[in-house]
C-alpha cells in the first residue's frame, strides 16, 4: 500500500513539475556582425581594419520569463556585447553599449511584468533616449555608423546606465510612457552620478512619432571624444542633458524619419550644446534587398565658438537568409571650425562615436560583412 501511493504522490508531483516548466523560457539569443572597413584618415593615414558591429551591433544574450499567474512574469535579461574579431568585450567599432569590458555590458535586469500595472525592471538597462527615440533613427534601425557625432545624445546606444530602474506602461491605444533612474550608488552625496530619464511613445498605422528627456549628474556616463566609447576619451559635465522629438512614418515599402536632439554639458569648460537633425529613410527595393540612407546636421557651440558636422550615410543589406544578410555601407563626414581651448577632442571628425578621429574637415568610412541573428 505505501509503494503504490509513493507511486502516486511521485506521479503528481511530476504533474506540478512538468506545469512549472511548461509555464518557464529561457532563450539564448544574439546578433554577429563582422566585415571589411576602409576610412581614409585616421590621424591622418588611410586605415584597413576587420570590423565588429559596423551596421548592428555584435552580442548574445539570455532573456526568460516565468509565468506567476493572474497575469502576471518575473523577467529577466543578461546580454553582453563584444568584438567578433578577437572576442574581447570591446574594441574598435564594436559598439558595446558600455565605455567598460564588463561581461554583461549591454544589459542585465530582472523585474516582474504585469499585464495590468506594466513592467517594473532593476539593473543594468538603457536610458529613455536611446528606449523611445533610437528606434525612430537610422543608427536604431541597425546602421550604427549613422549615429550622431560623438554618439552625443546616446541615440546609437554606445552605454547603458547601472543601477536603474525602469518602469514601461502598457499600450493604451497605441499610446505608452515610461521613466528610469540610475542610482549614483555613492556614500554621502545621494545626486552625485545619478541619471535619470522619462519617455513617451504614440503609434498609429503607418505613423511612430516619440518624445524622451534624460538627465545625467556628475560622474555618470557623457560623450566619447577622440575615438570610440571603448578606447576614446570620456568627456563629462557637472550637468548633461538631453531631450528630443522624432517620428517615422510608413507608406509602402519605404519609411521615412525625421528627428531633432540637443545634448548640453554644463561646466565642461563653461559651456557645450549640440543639435542634431537627422532625416533618413529606408526603402525594401525588393523582399530581399533594402536601402537604406540618412543625413544629419550636428550644430555645436563650446562657449562662443561654433562648429559644424555634416554626416551622411548610404547602404545597401541584402538577405540571404530570414537570419543571415550581406551589407555594404559608407558614411561621409564633413566638419567645420574648432573648439577652444579647454574642449579636448572636438576638433575635426567624429563618426558616430565609433571610427576613430581624422583631426581633419573630411572623413570617409566604407564597410562590407555579412550578419547572423539567431
Given amino acids: 500500500m505505501n509503494f503504490k501511493m509513493t507511486l502516486a504522490a511521485a506521479a503528481v508531483a511530476g504533474l506540478f513539475s512538468a ?8 532563450t539564448l539569443y544574439g546578433s554577429l556582425d563582422a566585415g571589411i572597413g576602409y576610412v581614409n584618415k585616421v590621424g591622418g593615414e588611410p586605415l584597413w581594419a576587420q570590423t565588429s ?3 548592428s551591433n555584435t552580442y548574445f544574450g539570455l532573456r526568460g520569463a516565468e509565468d506567476l499567474g493572474g497575469g502576471n512574469r518575473a523577467i529577466f535579461k543578461l546580454e553582453s556585447g563584444f568584438n567578433i574579431g578577437n572576442g574581447a568585450f570591446g574594441g574598435w567599432l564594436a559598439n558595446i553599449a558600455g565605455a567598460g569590458n564588463g561581461m554583461f555590458n549591454r544589459q542585465a535586469y530582472v523585474g516582474l511584468q504585469s499585464s495590468t500595472y506594466g513592467t517594473f525592471t532593476l539593473g543594468r538597462q538603457y536610458d529613455s533616449i536611446t528606449d523611445y527615440l533610437s528606434p525612430l533613427s537610422l543608427a536604431g534601425k541597425g546602421v550604427n555608423l549613422a549615429a550622431h557625432p560623438f554618439n552625443n545624445d546616446n541615440i546609437g546606444a554606445q552605454y547603458a546606465i547601472n543601477n536603474a530602474i525602469k ?13 528610469m533612474y540610475g542610482f549614483s550608488n555613492s556614500p554621502g552625496n545621494f545626486a552625485n552620478g545619478r541619471q535619470w530619464s522619462v519617455g513617451a511613445g504614440y503609434e498609429n498605422g503607418p505613423l511612430k512619432v516619440a518624445a524622451a528627456y534624460d538627465q545625467k549628474n556628475n560622474g555618470a556616463a557623457g560623450i566619447a571624444t577622440g575615438a570610440n566609447a571603448d578606447s576614446g576619451t570620456w568627456l563629462q559635465a557637472e550637468t548633461q542633458r538631453t531631450f528630443g522629438v522624432g517620428g517615422n512614418y510608413s507608406f509602402g515599402p519605404a519609411t521615412a524619419g525625421l528627428m531633432w536632439t540637443r545634448s548640453k554639458l554644463q561646466n565642461v569648460g ?3 550644446r549640440f543639435d542634431n537633425i537627422e532625416a533618413s529613410g529606408v526603402y525594401g527595393l525588393t523582399p530581399t534587398l533594402a536601402l537604406v540612407g540618412s543625413y544629419t546636421f550636428t550644430y555645436g557651440r563650446a562657449d562662443d ?4 558636422w555634416h554626416s551622411a550615410a548610404l547602404g545597401a543589406d541584402y538577405s540571404l537568409s530570414k537570419r543571415t544578410d550581406f551589407y555594404v555601407a559608407g ?4 566638419a567645420t571650425g574648432y573648439a577652444p581651448a579647454g574642449y579636448s577632442g572636438l576638433g575635426g571628425t567624429n563618426i558616430a562615436g565609433m571610427i576613430p578621429s581624422s583631426n581633419t574637415q573630411n572623413q570617409v568610412g566604407v564597410v562590407t560583412g555579412v550578419r547572423m541573428k539567431f
Avoid: D, K
Fill in 19 to 26: 506545469g512549472a516548466y511548461a509555464q518557464s523560457s529561457v
Fill in 53 to 55: 558591429g559596423a551596421l
Fill in 167 to 179: 518602469y514601461e506602461s502598457l499600450n493604451y491605444a497605441g499610446f505608452h510612457f515610461g521613466g
Fill in 270 to 272: 563653461s559651456s557645450l
Fill in 305 to 308: 565658438v561654433s562648429l559644424r
Fill in 331 to 334: 558614411v561621409y563626414q564633413h
